[in-house]
């Protein structure tokens, strides 16, 4: 639920500090995204996204992670829209948070990033804030998030909170998720196939409901089972839970 006009007058400093403190204690990925929209929510942010690992080279795979964006657009973005969203390349330029549109007039965006942001405008973020963040051994990821129409603070002082909200969980990522299980990004196609499994769906099943053949189906769960390290669907489906690949927020 967003602040009301009174409580964004009188921003709660010390509640913005009790939500930051939780934060840091999440234990799970899906627990602390949770906890870093019950931040964001003293910000008026209630849709956001999070990347990681973050790399100049936006063909690289990444783990998006999606809190209140419809789940089109998520499709959209695991396909295709990766490669062309200009704003984490963006941020990995600037110091601290960029607010969009305004950054656009000191950026060239070339035809796929104009496209992508025609896109992304359909789904609720013509206007919106992000920011690379960073984390231990070199690694870094991006959030980002939908501004509301009017700013419930002044644009120095989200880009400040934002960016110590986005920083700090980023940090807890890392923390909870390690580098090698970064770096074994499944595809769209897996991440379809786990999230059945999850549900309790038999190869058999999931085979008609993806329009496959069963034999493909055992194919992409051997596949999951090898790049989440487990041995078994229960063990595939928690590991896939506390690290958020399965389970998002619309």
């Not at 899906?30 to 931040?39: G, I, K, S, W, Y």
Request: glycine share 8%; net charge positive.
């Amino acid at each position: 639920m967003l602040p009301s006009l009174g409580s964004l007058m009188e921003f709660d400093q010390d509640e913005f500090g009790a939500r930051l403190r939780a934060l840091v204690q999440g234990t799970t990925v899906v627990q602390l995204r949770t906890m870093t929209m019950d931040v964001f929510a003293m910000l008026g942010l209630t849709k956001a996204y999070f990347l990681a690992p973050l790399t100049r080279d936006a063909r690289v795979g990444r783990n998006l992670g999606n809190v209140g964006f419809a789940a089109a657009w998520e499709r959209q973005y695991r396909e295709r829209l990766h490669k062309t969203d200009p704003f984490p390349s963006i941020a990995l330029r600037h110091t601290g948070a960029i607010i969009w549109p305004g950054i656009l007039e000191h950026e060239k965006i070339d035809a796929a990033g104009k496209r992508y942001l025609e896109i992304a405008a359909r789904y609720g973020m013509a206007r919106g804030i992000g920011t690379a963040c960073y984390g231990p051994n070199g690694r870094a990821g991006f959030v980002g998030a939908s501004l509301p129409r009017s700013l419930p603070l002044s644009e120095d002082l989200m880009r400040v909170r934002f960016n110590v909200t986005a920083q700090l969980s980023f940090q807890r990522y890392c923390s909870l998720v390690r580098v090698d299980e970064e770096a074994h990004r499944l595809s769209n196609r897996e991440l379809d196939v786990l999230q059945l499994i999850s549900q309790g769906k038999s190869n058999s099943v999931i085979a008609e409901l993806l329009g496959i053949s069963p034999s493909s189906v055992d194919v992409y769960v051997r596949r999951i089972f090898a790049k989440l390290g487990v041995a078994d669907r229960t063990s595939a489906s928690l590991k896939a839970f506390s690290n958020g690949l399965i389970v998002t927020v619309h």
